[in-house]
């Protein structure tokens, strides 16, 4: 499983972006997917997750400013970021678990909120 994620940038805060990433190889056992984050001197920290059943959760501070989703058909999965905050400021990854879980990481995407 290959992951590439894309989307990150600066932006002001209050501002918003949407994160992409494009999975190619063996989709067929990956039980669930999620978004990471890893802010400057700190641990990768879950920011949000959706499993192959459709279920979302995410850690409080995201909770109704970002929304995790996917694009089955085009093996996509997406997290748009609302409100966006100086304390979002991160190298964001995607990550894929299979059933058997192993963990697949994309390279980061650098996100920026700053006036």
């Known amino acids: 499983v290959q992951l590439q994620a894309s989307g990150g940038g600066l932006v002001q805060p209050g501002g918003s972006l949407r994160l992409s990433c494009a999975a190619s190889g063996n989709l067929f056992s990956i039980t669930i997917m999620g978004w990471y984050r890893q802010a400057p001197g700190k641990q990768r920290d879950l920011v949000a997750t959706i499993t192959s059943g459709g279920s979302r959760n995410y850690v409080d501070s995201v909770k109704g400013r970002f929304t995790i989703s996917r694009d089955n058909a085009n093996n996509t999965m997406y997290l748009q970021m609302n409100s966006l905050k100086p304390e979002d400021t991160a190298v964001y990854y995607c990550?894929?678990?299979?059933?058997?879980?192993?963990?697949?990481w994309g390279k980061g995407t650098l996100v920026t909120v700053s006036s």
């Open positions: 990550n894929y678990r299979n059933y058997y879980n192993l963990n697949y």
